[in-house]
C-alpha cells in the first residue's frame, strides 16, 4: 500500500512538473541560435569521427582527407584570406558520443562547418544539434537516406556529398543483372550494422524488380570468427553471387571460408569493403569479387591522381574512400565558404546548397534538394591484391 | 545429406575450440571456485603471441615446421606466464574475501586486456605525448625523445584486425561427395581430444592431479594436510591458461583475423558450454563444448542465422534452471 | 501523520527541487545542459543498480537491457504520437503529458523485463547470477536488433527532444527517493537482511526470491525511466547505446561510491561523468582508466568510498540524517 502511496506521489510530481516545464522549453528554441562566427579571423572547421574503437580506420581515414583539403586552402591563403584550421573529437564508434562531441564543437568551438560523421546511427545523432545551432553540417560518408531527410522534410542544415544506400544497392543489382548476367544470389548481411541491413534491404529490393530472385537471406554479426554455418546453407542454395555488404573485417573472413567449403562463387559488396586489410586477410579468396565504391585510386583523371598522390606524400599510404570522401566533404564546404556572403550560418547553408558540378575527387558533386550528392559509383574488381576500375553507374 | 555432413564438421571444428577454452575455465572454477572472466581475453593475448613471434620469425615469407613449433611454444610460454601472473597479482590477495569481489576483478582484469589492447602503440603514445608537452610549452630533453623513439611500435596492437600467419600450411579434403575438412579441423579435434585425455591423467593418475582435487573439495584442509595450496592453484591456472592459448593458435591459424575483442564471445561461450557440461568436470567441459559448437551450427544453419549468439546465452539459461549442476556435475547441497 | 502530512512530505523534495533545476535550465548552456543531463541519467542508472546490487546484494550486470527496454517503449510512443496533440491543451502540455506517459509506459515495460529476467534469475547465487543477468541483457539486445519494428540495427530516430533539465532532475530527484523510502522501510530491511546472510535471513522466514523480485522490478523501472530520458536528449535510439559494456559503466560507479550506499552511487556517478567529460583527450584511455580503477578498488578498498554508509547520516536529525547507533529518524 505504501508502494502505491509513492508511486502516486511521483506520478502527481511528473504531473505538476509537466505544466511548469514547459514554459522555459519554448522558449530556448526561439531564442536564436549562435548566429555564425562571422567576427573571427579564423575558420574553424569541426570534424567528429570514429578515431577510436573498431572502426577507427574509418574516422582516422576522414581526418586525414579533411585535414589535406585544409592544408591545400591554406597553402593558397585560406579562404578569403582567412586561414583553417581542423577540430577533431572522438566519437569512440559511440552515437551518443557523437552527439556530445557535436554539441561541444557547436557551443563551445564555435565552428563554422560540421563535419562528419562515417556511419550513419552517429551522423544522425549530430544531426539536430546542427539544425538547432543553424551551423552547417556535412556528412562524408553516411548514406542512410534518413541522414538528411526524416519523416519526408529535409532537415535544413544537413548535407551529405556521397550517394545514399538505395542507389549503392541499385548499383550492385543492376551490375549483378547487367554486367554478371546472374539471376539467382544469395545475401549475407551483418544484422548488428544498420548500413549492412539498409543495403541488403535496397539490393533485394531492387533485385528482385529486375527479375532476380534472392535465394537465402543469412545474417552474421560483425566480430564473428566462425560463418561457416551461414556459408554452408547458402552453398546448398546454390546461388551464383553473394551479397556481402558489410565491412572489410567480416567481408575477408567470410571470402576464406567460403573458398574453404569449395564455393566459387563471387561475392559482391559495397564501399564498407575498402580497405587495404581486405587484401592482406581476404588474399586469394576474395580476388574476382566486385563492390560499389565512391571513387577508384587509379582512375587515370588527373584530378584525382593529384589527389592520390598529394595524399601519399603527406600521409604515406594510398587514400582510401573515406580519405576521399571526407577530403571533397572539406572542399565543397570551402568552395561554398567563397561563394557565401558569410562563413558561416545561414548564407553557408544557402552556398552549399547552390553547389552544382563540384568537380570531386569522387565524383562531380551536385547537391540536390534532399541535400544529397547526385553522383555516379564505380564498381571495382579485385584483381592481383587491389581494386580496379570495372565500371561506372550514373543515378 | 551433404549439407548436413557438412554442418557436423563445420560444428564440431567450432566445438573444439569452446571445449579447448572450456577446459581452462573449469579446471580454474574446480579449484578457486571462481569464473575467471579473463580467460576469454587470455585466449585473445594467446593469439597475439602467437603473431607476434610469427613475425619476429618471419613466418609468413618462409613458413616452416619448425617456426611453427617454435610460434606455438612461445605463444603457450607467454599464456602460461599471464595466467601466472593474473592469479598472483590479481586474484591471490582476495582468496579470503566474498566470491564477489573476486568476479569484479576478474571483469577489471578482463577490460584491461580488451581495451589495452586496443590503445595505439606505447612508440605513437609517447609520440603523442610529446607532442602535447611541446603544446603546453614544456621542453623535452633528447634523451626522452630518443627513448621514446625505441618503444615498440607494435604493441598495443590498437583496435584494427590483423591478419595471423598460417603456422603450417593448409590442406583441404573433400570426403563423402562434397563435405569440405580441412587438417586445422582435424588437428583441432585431435589436440583437444589429447588434452583431455591428458588433463584426465593428470587429474587422476598424478601428485598435483590429487592435490588439485584436494584444494578443489575444501581449501582450508587441504592446506592443513601439508598440500601447498598456492603452488596447486597457481599451476592449475597456467594449465588453464597454456590450453586457451593453444586454442587461440588454432583458431586464429585457421581464421586468420585477429583483434583485441576477439576473446569475448568465445570465452562467455566457453563458459555457457563448461557449465553445461559441468563446471569443475573434464569430460564435461568436452561434452558442453562439442554440444555447444553443433548446437550454434546447426540453429545458424538451418533456423535464423542471426540469433547465433544469442543460443549459447539461451542455453545458459535453460541449463541453470534446468539442471544448474551440468552434465556431469555433482549435486552439491549447501549446508549451514 | 495525517494524510495531507504525508503527502506534503512526499512532494517537498520535488517542490524544493522544482525552482533550483527551473533556474538551471534558464541559464545553463547548451553543452552544459547535456553535461547535466548524462549526469542525471548516469545517477538514476547507478542508484536504481544499487537497489539490487547494494541492497539485495544480488551482483547483476545486464542493467542496460532494462535501459534499453525503458528507451524503446518511450521513443515508440512519443514517435508515433508526435503529431498529435490532446484536445483542449496548449501544445506544449500536451507534449509534456505524451513525454509523461512515454517514460511511464517505459518504466513499466522495463519493469515486466525486470519481472521475466528476475523470476528464473533469482534463484541462483553470486557468480551463477551475473552470468545469467549477462545472458539476459545480451539476449534482450539481440531481440531488439532483430525486429524490425524496433529499427532493427539502425534504431529509432528523430525522437523529439523532450528531455531537459528539470526532467532529468526530478528524474532523480524520485530515484533517490524512492531508494531511501525502500531502504528505510519493511521491505528494504528485508533485502539488507538478504545482502548480509541469504540463509539466515531463509531461516527467519523473510521470502528471499520474492524479495529479490521486488527489488530487481523496481531496479529495472528505474532504468527504463534512464533510458527513455537519455534517448529523448541526443534523439536517437540504437542497440549499440545498450551494450554490455555500458552494464558495466553502471556497475563500476555503483562498486566505487559503495554497493548500499545511495549517497556514493550518486557520488561516484558525479565523479565519473564529469571527470570523462574533463578527459575528453583521453578518451581512448577511458576503459582501461575504469578497469584499473576496478582491480585498485577491488584489491584496496572493496566497499567503495563509501561502504554502506550515507554521506547525509552526518546532518542533524531534522534533515535526515542517523544517529551513529543507527537509529531511522
Not at chain 1, 105 to 126: C, P, Q, T, W, Y
Not at chain 1, 332 to 347: H, I, L, N, S, Y
Not at chain 2, 190 to 202: D, E, K, P, S
Request: net charge positive.
Amino acid at each position: 500500500m505504501r508502494f502505491v502511496r509513492a508511486v502516486a506521489v511521483v506520478v502527481a510530481a511528473f504531473t505538476v512538473a509537466a505544466c511548469q516545464s514547459k514554459k522555459p522549453e519554448t522558449q530556448a528554441p526561439a531564442a536564436p541560435a549562435a548566429a555564425a562566427p562571422a567576427a573571427s579571423d579564423r575558420v574553424l572547421v569541426g570534424h567528429v569521427g570514429s578515431m577510436t574503437g573498431s572502426e577507427a580506420t574509418f574516422g582516422q581515414s576522414t581526418d586525414n582527407g579533411i585535414r589535406l583539403a585544409a592544408e591545400q586552402w591554406n597553402a593558397k591563403g585560406g579562404v578569403k584570406g582567412k586561414p583553417i584550421d581542423v577540430k577533431t573529437y572522438d566519437s569512440q564508434g559511440k552515437p551518443e558520443e557523437a552527439a556530445v562531441a557535436a554539441t561541444r564543437l557547436l557551443v563551445n568551438d564555435k565552428v563554422n562547418v560540421l563535419l562528419g560523421e562515417v556511419a550513419s546511427s552517429r551522423s544522425l545523432a549530430m544531426a539536430p544539434a546542427a539544425d538547432d545551432r543553424q551551423v552547417p553540417m556535412i556528412t562524408p560518408s553516411s548514406t542512410n537516406p534518413r541522414v538528411t531527410k526524416e519523416g519526408g522534410k529535409v532537415r535544413p542544415f544537413v548535407f551529405r556529398v556521397c550517394f545514399i544506400d538505395p542507389f549503392q544497392g541499385t548499383v550492385m543489382a543492376k551490375f549483378a543483372r547487367d554486367n554478371l548476367k546472374v539471376t539467382k544470389v544469395a545475401i549475407l548481411r551483418d544484422v548488428g550494422n544498420d548500413y549492412s541491413v539498409g543495403l541488403a534491404d535496397f539490393f533485394q529490393d531492387k533485385f528482385r524488380y529486375l527479375g532476380g530472385e534472392i535465394v537465402t537471406d543469412q545474417s552474421y554479426k560483425a566480430g564473428d570468427q566462425d560463418f561457416k554455418a551461414q556459408l554452408t546453407a547458402i552453398k546448398n542454395k546454390s546461388p551464383e553471387a553473394i551479397y556481402v555488404p558489410g565491412y572489410y573485417t567480416d567481408v575477408a573472413l567470410i571470402a576464406r571460408q567460403a573458398r574453404e567449403l569449395g564455393m566459387k562463387q563471387p561475392l559482391l559488396g559495397g564501399d564498407g569493403w575498402d580497405s587495404q586489410k581486405l587484401y592482406e586477410i581476404g588474399g586469394k579468396a576474395i580476388e574476382g569479387s566486385y563492390y560499389s565504391n565512391h571513387y577508384s585510386p587509379d582512375d587515370p583523371n588527373p584530378r584525382i591522381q593529384e589527389f592520390v598522390q598529394a595524399y601519399q606524400k603527406r600521409f604515406g599510404g594510398i587514400p582510401d574512400g573515406l580519405a576521399a570522401q571526407g577530403y571533397d566533404a572539406a572542399m565543397v564546404a570551402f568552395d561554398a565558404m567563397v561563394r557565401a556572403t558569410a562563413p558561416g550560418g545561414v548564407p553557408l547553408r544557402d552556398a552549399i546548397a547552390a553547389t552544382k558540378g563540384y568537380p570531386g575527387v569522387t565524383g562531380i558533386i551536385t547537391i540536390d534538394e534532399n541535400h544529397d550528392a547526385q553522383k555516379p559509383a564505380v564498381v571495382l574488381e579485385v584483381k592481383g591484391g587491389k581494386s580496379v576500375f570495372v565500371t561506372s553507374v550514373s543515378p | 545429406m551433404t549439407e548436413l555432413l557438412q554442418h557436423l564438421v563445420n560444428g564440431t571444428s567450432l566445438g573444439t575450440i569452446y571445449a579447448l577454452i572450456a577446459l581452462g575455465y573449469t579446471m580454474v572454477y574446480g579449484v578457486l571456485k571462481l569464473i575467471n572472466f579473463a580467460h576469454g581475453d587470455v585466449y585473445m593475448v594467446g593469439a597475439f603471441a602467437g603473431y607476434y613471434v610469427a613475425s619476429a620469425l618471419g613466418v609468413q615469407e618462409r613458413p616452416t615446421l619448425g617456426k611453427a613449433v617454435l610460434v606455438f611454444v612461445g605463444a603457450m610460454a607467454i599464456t602460461g606466464l599471464l595466467g601466472f601472473l593474473i592469479e598472483r597479482l590479481a586474484y591471490r590477495p582476495l582468496r579470503a574475501r566474498p566470491r564477489l569481489t573476486a568476479l569484479i576483478t576478474a571483469i577489471g582484469v578482463s577490460f584491461l586486456l580488451e581495451y589495452g589492447f586496443q590503445l595505439p602503440s606505447f612508440r605513437t603514445q609517447a609520440a603523442n605525448l610529446e607532442g602535447a608537452l611541446r603544446g603546453w610549452g614544456v621542453a623535452v630533453p633528447a634523451w626522452l625523445s630518443a627513448l621514446f623513439a625505441r618503444l615498440p611500435a607494435e604493441f598495443p596492437p590498437g583496435p584494427t584486425p590483423r591478419f595471423f600467419p598460417e603456422p603450417f600450411e593448409r590442406v583441404d579434403w573433400t570426403v563423402l561427395g562434397g563435405v569440405h575438412v580441412s587438417n586445422y579441423d582435424v588437428v583441432s579435434l585431435l589436440v583437444a581430444i589429447g588434452f583431455m585425455v591428458a588433463l584426465q591423467l593428470i587429474v587422476f593418475r598424478t601428485r598435483f592431479g590429487t592435490a588439485m582435487r584436494a584444494v578443489s573439495f575444501d581449501a582450508r584442509t587441504a592446506g592443513l594436510m601439508g598440500i601447498p595450496v598456492n603452488r596447486i592453484i597457481s599451476g592449475t591456472f597456467v594449465l588453464g591458461s597454456v590450453l586457451a592459448g593453444v586454442a587461440a593458435l588454432l583458431v586464429a591459424g585457421s581464421r586468420p583475423r585477429i583483434d583485441p575483442i576477439m576473446g569475448l564471445m568465445p570465452g562467455l561461450k566457453a563458459f555457457v558450454a563448461a557449465v553445461f557440461g559441468g563446471i569443475g568436470s573434464v569430460p564435461g567441459a568436452m561434452v558442453g563444448g562439442l554440444a555447444l559448437g553443433l548446437g550454434e551450427e546447426m540453429v545458424a544453419g538451418y533456423t535464423s542465422s542471426s540469433f547465433r549468439d544469442g543460443i549459447a546465452f539461451a542455453m545458459l539459461i535453460l541449463v541453470l534452471l534446468v539442471r544448474p549442476e551440468g552434465l556431469f556435475g555433482r549435486v552439491t547441497v549447501e549446508k549451514v | 501523520m495525517t494524510r495531507g502530512g504525508f503527502l506534503l512530505r512526499s512532494l517537498a523534495p520535488f517542490l524544493v527541487a522544482l525552482p533550483i533545476l527551473w533556474l538551471a535550465q534558464r541559464s545553463a548552456p547548451a553543452d552544459v545542459t547535456i553535461v547535466l543531463i548524462s549526469l542525471g541519467v548516469n545517477v538514476i542508472l547507478a542508484v536504481s543498480l544499487n537497489v539490487v546490487n547494494g541492497f539485495a546484494g544480488q551482483f547483476s550486470i545486464g542493467h542496460a537491457a532494462f535501459m534499453a527496454v525503458g528507451a524503446y517503449t518511450a521513443a515508440e510512443i512519443t514517435v508515433a504520437l508526435r503529431e498529435v496533440q490532446i484536445a483542449g491543451l496548449p501544445v506544449e502540455m500536451s507534449d509534456a503529458v505524451v513525454f509523461a506517459a512515454a517514460l511511464g509506459a517505459g518504466m513499466l515495460l522495463a519493469a515486466v523485463a525486470g519481472l521475466i529476467v528476475g523470476v528464473p534469475s533469482l534463484r541462483l547465487r553470486g557468480d551463477y547470477l551475473a552470468m545469467v543477468t549477462l545472458g539476459f541483457g545480451e539476449i534482450i539486445r539481440v531481440v531488439i536488433e532483430n525486429t524490425k519494428f524496433l529499427g532493427g540495427a539502425t534504431g529509432i530516430s528523430g525522437l523529439p527532444p523532450y528531455t531537459t533539465i528539470v526532467w532529468t532532475g526530478l528524474g532523480v530527484v524520485a530515484t533517490v527517493v524512492m531508494a531511501r523510502r525502500l531502504e528505510a522501510s519493511t521491505q528494504g530491511r528485508a533485502l539488507l537482511a538478504i545482502r548480509e546472510d541469504e540463509v539466515a535471513a531463509e531461516a527467519m522466514g523473510v521470502d528471499t526470491v520474492g524479495w529479490k523480485v521486488r527489488a530487481f522490478v523496481i531496479s529495472a523501472a528505474f532504468a527504463g525511466l534512464a533510458g527513455g530520458l537519455l534517448v529523448h536528449k541526443i534523439q536517437i535510439c540504437t542497440p549499440r547505446m545498450f551494450t554490455f559494456v555500458k552494464s558495466m559503466e553502471v556497475v563500476v560507479m555503483v562498486v566505487l561510491g559503495g554497493m548500499g550506499s545511495i549517497s556514493g552511487s550518486i557520488v561516484a556517478a558525479t565523479v565519473l561523468t564529469l571527470a570523462l567529460e574533463w578527459l575528453r583527450g583521453l578518451d581512448q584511455y577511458r576503459m582501461v582508466i575504469y578497469s584499473l580503477l576496478l582491480i585498485v578498488l577491488m584489491l584496496t578498498r572493496p566497499e567503495g568510498l563509501f561502504g554502506t554508509r550515507e554521506a547525509w547520516d552526518l546532518l542533524p536529525r531534522w534533515l535526515g540524517g542517523r544517529r551513529a547507533d543507527g537509529r531511522a529518524p
